[in-house]
């Protein structure tokens, strides 16, 4: 069986093409893309099943799902996502079995069977990108609310008169952790300063500046507030930081590491690890491949 695993991101469309006969990728790859509409998405999917024979689609969405894993109930941002039948829509079109997950659900599944998470007894995900996201993986299920949300890491208020955020509430860790969150911090705390990316920061950093490994220390406790809430309730084996932005390595780790050992239960973080993930971009499209397997009586634990 082949399987189509397709991730939505902010920024791109990432997929890969998994073969579960030998277990592994076949081929790989990504679209440069601003936030598709429906219709966008579904011409890339036509290109794609246009050049590949596949058994089965996954669809890893940013966004809140049902239960049965058949709608996309509130998907902040990507427009006109919000409460559509993409399960139905796509099998209806394609003829092919199509499944769904939360991108970041998908990703923490892939961490735990073949990434950072691999041989623990659980792990909590937290990917910082163009939008904050979670995953939570304890005894080799995907943790998922009693009507199929939860997870929604990135929406932990650090700040309860806080920047607005697009979930319509205010003071998300998102906000501050993101990329727009620590362009905007970057501006807030040093307006004489141009705006600079996460990326930009991350070199300064590592070339000395004093400010921009203030600015690293500042984000990293801001993540271990929230970090340290989720191993309060979830007490996982080790806490995956994963994203594009995870890329700034130990200048992030430390700090968040500092406030989870300060903040968080003591008998809960003796035997606690913080990692970054090891997956990369393809996490998501990997992890709803494999889940895609799992439905099908697959145990990768």
């Known amino acids: 069986m082949k399987i189509l695993g397709i991730d939505v991101g902010g920024s791109s469309i990432k997929f890969v093409l998994w073969d ?134 990135g929406h932990f208020c650090i700040d309860v008169n806080g920047f607005p955020c697009n979930c319509g509430s205010n003071g998300c860790l998102e906000q501050y952790v993101s990329i727009h969150g620590i362009k905007r911090l970057g501006e807030l705390l040093d307006p004489h300063r141009r705006s600079l990316s996460p990326q930009e920061w991350s070199e300064l950093a590592d070339k000395g500046d004093s400010f921009a490994k203030f600015l690293w220390e500042k984000i990293g406790h801001y993540i271990g507030l929230g970090v340290s809430s989720y191993v309060n309730i979830f007490h996982p084996s080790k806490v995956v930081i994963g994203g594009g932005i995870s890329n700034a390595g130990e200048k992030l780790l430390n700090p968040i590491r500092h406030t989870v050992q300060k903040r968080a239960f003591k ?12 997956l990369g971009d393809f996490a998501g499209a990997i992890g709803i491949s494999l889940l895609s397997i799992k439905k099908r009586g697959k145990n990768y634990e």
């Open 20 to 153: 579960e006969l030998i277990d592994s990728i076949i081929t790989q790859g990504k679209i440069p893309f601003q936030p598709p509409t429906l219709n966008q998405f579904f011409s890339i999917l036509n290109t794609l099943l246009s050049n590949f024979k596949v058994d089965k689609i996954g669809i890893a969405v940013p966004g809140t799902l049902d239960l049965n894993r058949e709608y996309s109930i509130f998907v902040p941002n990507l427009q006109d996502w919000n409460s559509v039948p993409l399960k139905f829509l796509i099998e209806n079109e394609y003829k092919i079995e199509t499944g769904l997950e939360n991108d970041a659900n998908s990703a923490a599944y892939a961490e735990y069977v073949l990434g950072s998470g691999k041989n623990t007894n659980g792990i909590v995900l937290l990917t910082l990108g163009t939008g904050v996201g979670g995953g939570v993986v304890l005894h080799g299920e995907l943790m998922v609310g009693a009507n199929g949300g939860g997870a929604e890491l």
């Open 267 to 278: 008998s809960l973080v003796s035997d606690l690890t913080i990692e970054k993930a090891l």
